[in-house]
T-cell receptor, first 109, second 114 residues
Framework: GQNIDQPTEMTATEGAIVQINCTYQ??????LFWYQQHAGEAPTFLSY??LDGLEEKGRFSSFLSRSKGYSYLLLKELQMKDSASYLC??????????WGAGTKLIIKP | ETGVTQTPRHLVMGMTNKKSLKCEQH?????MYWYKQSAKKPLELMFV???????ENNSVPSRFSPECPNSSHLFLHLHTLQPEDSALYLC?????????????FGDGTRLSIL
């Protein structure tokens, strides 16, 4: 079957760095998305990786290893507004999104 | 402002009621989606419309009935729902046929079944 695993909840300190991991098992693979979702709001697109390596966008970076079925989202210089859920979604061979349950990130002062 | 608008934001209904959820996208996309989001569970894809034609129905009970009159509007008609249908219902849109474009989501309708 197809499956996405990511931690349920993580806690980090304002100003620090946090890495949110995601492992996937899909029938075929056509890339991986990360989304951010604040409570009561829409998920918003953060990044898309289809090739191995690190993609950097300001304070946020996303990494992909296709051979390991693994991705992570790296958040630097954490701010209180980064408290949110982070959703990982892999694209299978039929271009369907397989979603993880999300990681709730709590930022403490 | 995500470009995808959902109404109402909150809905409380009894099991015998009939109601409809509405979604409108202002992004010029050609595909629209309905998802169910329950606490601590992955997003569940319910329906997909591509150029107004339904292309996916992921074994959704018939008490949920989608309607897509044009590529900018999507409805979800609700009838005789069950308590386990209480959840956040998200609408999304994307541009298919141009590589792997991200889906853009609305803020959702929080549905509570009494």
């Amino acid at each position: 079957g197809q499956n996405i695993d990511q931690p349920t909840e993580m806690t980090a300190t304002e100003g620090a760095i946090v890495q949110i991991n995601c492992t996937y098992q899909t029938s075929g693979f056509n890339g991986l998305f990360w989304y951010q979702q604040h409570a009561g709001e829409a998920p918003t697109f953060l990044s898309y990786n289809v090739l191995d390596g690190l993609e950097e966008k300001g304070r946020f970076s996303s990494f992909l290893s296709r051979s390991k079925g693994y991705s992570y989202l790296l958040l630097k210089e954490l701010q209180m507004k980064d408290s949110a859920s982070y959703l990982c979604a892999a694209v299978d061979s039929n271009y369907q999104l397989i979603w993880g349950a999300g990681t709730k990130l709590i930022i403490k002062p | 402002e995500t470009g995808v608008t959902q109404t109402p934001r909150h809905l409380v209904m009894g099991m015998t009621n009939k109601k409809s959820l509405k979604c409108e996208q202002h992004l010029g996309h050609n595909a629209m989606y309905w998802y169910k989001q329950s606490a601590k569970k992955p997003l569940e894809l319910m329906f997909v419309y591509n150029f107004k034609e339904q292309t996916e129905n992921n074994s959704v009970p018939s008490r949920f009935s989608p309607e897509c009159p044009n590529s900018s509007h999507l409805f979800l008609h609700l009838h005789t729902l069950q308590p386990e249908d209480s959840a956040l219902y998200l609408c999304a849109s994307s541009q298919r046929g141009q590589g792997n474009q991200p889906q853009h989501f609305g803020d959702g309708t929080r549905l509570s079944i009494l």
